[in-house]
């Protein structure tokens, strides 16, 4: 009977399958099992309506940042990762985009379009998130959890990049702090797009919601070339 070190279950590509990679790597005998008939499709959890379960997450690529693609020597085995100049947008018929870009400069630039205000304010906020990303990084999305002295520091970034104080902070809804950060309604309907995903629970919650939006501006996003399936070749 064929046995082994260590056996994972669940071939995510966040979870099951760099984790197999790793204890492989590290010289360990490993199986991957998985219960669907293809690895490393998003796990459908929301209930659009009753008894059907959908992901919004199949065509993002969340992986920009990741630590995995330079140990794992994903680019050698053909991975390549494209993220857009454009960060978040909206677009409207009436022409009047609203783009956050990678750019500073761009960015303050197309918000300027629609105020001032609020160009100034996103560049403040978009300098303060690069200052942090490498630890937001590690605390918040390549880490295990739970870990109560992390999550408090994750609080503390999310408060300093948007400027706000963490008492605040626990008080406001997510679209609640986009409407006090920002005045113009193109500016926060750009804002408030990730924000719909559910990444960080639930907008609407006090608290919660409003983490989630300072969370969702460090997301680096983008493309595999040749599609996600790229990343699980690699």
Known sequence: MKTFDVIVIGAGIA????????LQRAGLDVL???ANPEVA??????ETWPETLDSPHAAINFCGTSPVIEDLELERHGFAFRASPVALATSHTDGTNCLLCYD???????????????ADRIVEIMRRVDETLEEMNRLAFFSPHPDGDKYERVLELCSYAFGWSL????????????????????????????????????????????????LSLYYTTGLSIGGNEAMVNA
């Open 15 to 22: 979870g099951g399958l760099p984790c197999a990679a790793y």
């Open 32 to 34: 991957v099992l998985e």
């Open 41 to 46: 499709a998003f796990c459908a959890t929301h």
């Open 104 to 118: 500073h400069e761009l960015t303050w630039q197309n918000f300027a379009k629609h105020s001032r205000r609020d």
């Open 167 to 214: 008492d605040d902070l626990w008080t406001m809804t997510g679209p609640e702090l986009i409407e006090r950060t920002f005045e113009s309604d193109r500016v926060r309907q750009t804002i408030v797009s990730p924000l719909a995903l559910h990444e960080h629970g639930a907008p609407l919650a006090r608290g919660q919601g409003a983490f989630g939006v300072a």
